[in-house]
Structures are given as structure tokens and as C-alpha cells.
């Protein structure tokens, strides 16, 4: 998935993997069962689908296929005008055989796009490549039939010159050797041949392939048993390549009275066996104790979780006597839906109703909000097992900015319900406040940034981030991301939001409170216990107690920021300081039309003109600039500021252009930020004229 809020071509060769791509990871496992927990009715999905998970995959293809269908095929790559999934993860899904196999047959019968000297191919290769994703979107809408589908074959091999009756024959054969052997066979760079006795045959495209095919046989049955057989004969040969010899030797250059035999986990340097007096000496110990360096570096280069592996059963106030049922939990917190994966057992999805519903309970009262709130205005949706994705160092959990999804993945996935948690609220307030999907307060906002107008939230986001970066949680966190080879550990949203886990488990405790399946850190002293023998050691990565002193009142000045409406259905959270300047407005007075001044009367019609929305003037206290109320469409310029009116109106024009056009905010400011528009002389003016000195570029 790409930075914006949309799905990108490249998902297509393998869009399962791929698939998640905006991923915050956090792990644990769930072993305590202490839920009684009585057989009934299967649970299911409840509230809105979620789109996106692993079960939709049918649902998932057709959406990205019918989007290429608008893709030209001759100016774009295949790939994107004719997406190609993961046929056996179609299958796995449930998705019918017989369309999973005449998609595959259509793409492998395409031959590569011309080009060049053989161009001239181009507009009939482009007729056909589009006929036949034409059939692919048609299948996948239900709209062909599997018979219809041959029946369309045979009216293309009559009508279309570029397509014959022995391509036809081609992608017959093609469909039934996928639903014969499967499709952990690749026939895309084979073709089937018709002998004049009779007989079949199968040959490479091309002689110049490694493990050339040519057979013949009978029947087309004969002839796929043949090839199966040949496949289990000679494997596809791949040099197995001598395992490289991580080790060598070194010196610190800011202590050179020793050598050291050293080897690299990602990015770092790590002291492997040590110390030395001479490289001989290293190089022997080195050829004499292979083994053993490679045993204690596969140690070393392990990282523990973060959370304890054993989820304890919760502590506290119980709020519920029997199972919750999903009308219940709607009804409490009011998310935009809840899922469960195909293969999360019914008990189990009772189970994880229960528990959940008490984390949220215990969040609510923890963080001194309504349970209906933490939906974040019914925005957030909840899902159990069925988004993640298998694989070693898979994550266990994550949340999902372009979907605004939380899942928690089976078994594993609990602990982490108030890391993700803080993601998701970490991002609805960029949407509030920046005017973006997917981004994060945490990532967007500058230590040094000068708030305009007050925000009560911006600047408890802010405090939070201020007070980290003085941490030395950040350096613990680099050391991680040099094992990891990449950043991760050290992102200030993933920083912010471990943080949070710690402040939660405090909040919890005060109460009496301890729930694992909330919150399930690793203490300090365990983490360095596990990590003992790996380069992890004395890398902590949630805040030490004493650290957590000045960011637990950082957190509390947010927490206490937050406001929420009471609508119908659900809480709308926002920050204290849209209530405080409404005050304010409130006690301004409106200047009649016939007090304007000349210079007043002008911005009005302007506006009018230009932008098509009112302008009103009020008398107000100094310290309030002005401001554009969405819901009237209506810019209030206040006459009492110091700064010019005309610059009051242009900046509350971006206010609104950043909440009705965002995406066209971003790509102005963009293009001012990498044109370097104001040279720094005019930002210097620009800063004196707002009397803001440490006004941000």
C-alpha cells in the first residue's frame, strides 16, 4: 500500500503480502484461558464490512481488477493494466477453481508486450491483451458462467484475426492442466502442440530454458502425467551457494589495544569473541571454532518480544456476569464493525468478545472516557484473526491507517490492544488537525514547531514528542533498528505508542487494575534477562521508571485536552481548544454591514467572487486572529487584530482548502516546500510582520 490512501499496481504480483503494508507491529501471546465460555450460535461479523481482510480476497482482486480495466494496456506494463494475484491464496479463500484457473490461463497465454523492432506487433497484441481482461473482470463479477466462458473463447477465435482456433485450444488446455495439477505448476513458459498423428504435445517457448521440456503423449491426461513426473525428475536446479562467512577481524578505532572477531547484525557492529592481543591469534581461535562463533551469533542476533510470553488472567472490578453478545458490544462502544478470520473457532471468538470488552471497559475508565468514545466517533473498526498474515517474524498484531482497522491476530494478538490503540487515536487526530489520512500527529509535528492559535491536544502530542527525544529511549531504540537493518524501533509514532503502554499499565494499576490482554510489557529486568546472550541487551524498549516520570505528565496533559461531543450514536473526540476559542467567538460581537470600512467591503466581495463564501467582521479580543467555520462556509475576521485583515483572510483561505481540498493543500504545500517560493529574506519579513520570530518555515 502506498503513503496515500489508496491501493497501488505494484500489490498485484503478490498483493497478499503486500496487501498490509502500513503496518505498526506489536507481539505477545495469549495463553490463559480463565472465560468460561458456553457452545452456541457461531458468532459472525457484526456491524460494517471491513474491507480488507484475508478472507476477501476474491473481493479484494475484483476490486483492483475492475480499477486496471481502466488502465490503458498499451502505454502501461501488464502488471498494472492486468493485475496478476496469488492464484493458490484465491483458491484458499474459496474462490471457485475453475475461474482461478481460466484467469491464469488467460494471463500465461499472453506473450510479453512487443516492443522495438517488433512494435509493429503492438495494436494487435494490445486488442487481444484487452479481450482477455475484459473476460478476467467479467469472470471475477460473475458475469460469465463457466461454460460462458469457453462459449466466449469460440466467438473470439471467429471474429478476432489475432486470435485463432489453436489459441483457443491453448487456453483450454491451459485451464485443465491448472485444475488437474494445481497451481504450484508454472505452464506460462510452456505451449501445447497438436501432431498430425494425433498425438499432444508439451514444449518450452523457448530451447534456451534449463531443464528443456518436450513431450508427447496420447491424451492431454497422459501428457500432464508425464510432465509431473518429469518436474519430480529434475527440479529446478539452483546453486546452493556456500554459506558466507560472517566473521572477521577488527579494531575499535577509539580503542585500539585490542582486536576483536566481529560480525554485523544489520547495521551494527557487534563484538562476537573478544579480546585479542594479535589478528594471528584471532584468525586461529576464527578457523578452530567455526562452529561455535556461528552458534553464539545466531544468539546474538535474536530479539526478544516485547511483551511477556504468558498473559496472566485479568485482575480488577468485574463488569459483566455472563458472555457478551455482539449486540452488547455494540451497543457499548459503537465500532464501525467488528470481524473474526474464517479460522478463528467459535468458542474462541466468544472468548475474545469477553475479553476485549473488558480491555475497552478498563481503557475507558483508565484514560477518563466514555467506553463509546474510544470508537473514535465510530470510525474504528475491530478485527480478530482475520488480517494478518503467516510467515516467520510475522506481526501479531496492527493497526491499519488507510482502512482505520485494528487487528489482533490469533492467539498471539492480545497484549497489544492499547499499543494499537494509541495508533489509531495518534491518527485520528491527524486527521483533525493536519487534514490527512494516514499519518500520524506523532510523525507530522516539529519539536520547535509555534502553534498560531492554541490546541490543547497539539501541544500534549507535542510535549509527548519533545520530552521522548530527550530520552534515552530514542538511542535503545536506534540500537534495535541497527539489528533490525531498518527503521522501526525508533519511529517517534512507534516510541509514543510503546510509551503509552507503560503509562497505561500505571493508570491501570492505580485502580487495582491489571489486565494482560490491554496491556502486557516486559519489565526491564526481564527484558535484559532474556536478551542476556544477544546484542539486544541494554536496549529497553518501552521508558525506564524514572523517564516515565516527566512522560506521564506529558500524557496526562493530553489526556486531559480531549474533549468529546455527545452525538446519536457515538462520542466525536476533539481537543479542548476548538472549545476554548468557540468561547471566545462567542463573546465577540458581529460589526453591522453598514460599520465596514472600505478595505473591509473589499475582502467581502472578493470572497464572494473568488471563492464563493461570506466574509464577516466582529470586534473580539486581540489574541484571536479569525477563523472559518466549515459547517456555514463562512471566514470571521476579527477588526480588533494587529495584523492586517488581508492576512488573516489568505490564512483562513487554507484552512479551508486544507479540510474541503486536501489532497490539493498537500501537493501546493509541497510544491512551495521543494520550489523554495519564498526566498529566506521574505520568510525573515514574514516572521517580523507576525511578531512570531520562531514562526516554522
Known sequence: MSEKNSIEYNLFEDFDDKLNKNIFVATVTESAK????????????????LEGARKDAHYIYQKL???????????????????????????????????????????????PKPKGAYSWMLSDWTKKATEFRDIAVAIMNDELSESGFRDRLTMLAKTNFSFNRNDEWQIQNLCYAYEKLGHEYDFSALKFVNYT??????????????????????????????????????????????????????????????YFIGAKIGTKMCEVKSPFE??????????????????????????PYERENENAPRIGEIFREENITPEKFQETFGFRGVQFGNWV?????????????????????????????????????????????????????????????????????AGSLGHEFFHALDNYFSKKIFATNISMVTEQIKNNEIFEEEDAALVGFQMLKKILSNTELVKRSENLDKMKGKKYWSLESEMTARAFEFYLKEKLSERGIKNDFLVNIRSEESWNEVAEKSAAKDCY????????????????????????????????????????????????NLIEQNKLTEEQKFLQTFSREIFDSEVKFFEGSEEIHGRYDYDTDIFYLNANAKISPEWIFYHETFHALKIAEPEIYEDLREHVERENIFTPVQIKNYRQAMKQPTLSD
Do not use: C
Not at 498484531?397 to 494478538?413: D, F, M, Q, R, W
Open 34 to 49: 480463565n472465560i468460561s465460555v458456553k457452545k452456541n450460535n457461531r458468532i459472525e461479523d457484526f456491524g460494517e464490512k
Open 65 to 111: 481488477l475492475r480499477t486496471a480495466s481502466e488502465t490503458e494496456i498499451k502505454t502501461q506494463p501488464l502488471s498494472k493494466s492486468f493485475p496478476k494475484p496469488d492464484y493458490q491464496k484465491l483458491l484458499e479463500n474459496g474462490e471457485e477453481g475453475w475461474k482461478v484457473s481460466a484467469i491464469r490461463a488467460l494471463r500465461d497465454f499472453l506473450s
Open 197 to 258: 498423428d494425433d498425438k499432444i504435445g508439451l514444449r518450452s517457448k523457448k530451447f534456451t530454458l534449463k531443464n528443456h521440456v518436450d513431450l508427447k503423449a496420447d491424451t492431454l491426461e497422459e501428457l500432464l502425467l508425464q510432465y509431473s513426473i518429469f518436474k519430480e525428475l529434475t527440479p529446478d536446479k539452483k546453486i546452493e551457494r556456500e554459506e558466507k562467512n560472517p566473521f572477521g577481524i577488527y579494531r575499535w578505532k577509539k580503542d585500539e589495544s585490542y
Open 278 to 303: 594479535t589478528p594471528e591469534e584471532a584468525f586461529k581461535f576464527l578457523n578452530e571454532h567455526l562452529d561455535l562463533l556461528k552458534e553464539k551469533f545466531s544468539e546474538m542476533k535474536k530479539i
Open 345 to 413: 473457532e467459535n468458542e474462541t471468538r466468544q472468548e475474545d468478545l469477553n475479553k476485549a470488552y473488558d480491555a475497552l471497559t478498563d481503557l475507558a475508565n483508565a484514560l477518563n472516557l466514555p467506553p463509546k468514545s474510544l470508537s473514535l466517533n465510530g470510525s474504528l473498526g475491530l478485527a480478530f484473526g482475520s488480517r494478518g498474515k503467516g510467515g516467520k517474524n510475522a506481526p501479531l498484531a496492527h493497526y491499519e491507517p488507510s482502512n482505520v482497522v485494528i487487528n489482533l491476530t490469533k492467539n498471539k494478538g
Open 541 to 588: 524498549p518501552y521508558p525506564t521508571k524514572s523517564e516515565m516520570e516527566d512522560i506521564k505528565a506529558a500524557f496526562d496533559f493530553l489526556f486531559d485536552s480531549i474533549r468529546f461531543h455527545d452525538h446519536d450514536k457515538n462520542y466525536e473526540l476533539y481537543s479542548a481548544a476548538t472549545e476554548n476559542i468557540a468561547e471566545k467567538f462567542a463573546e465577540s
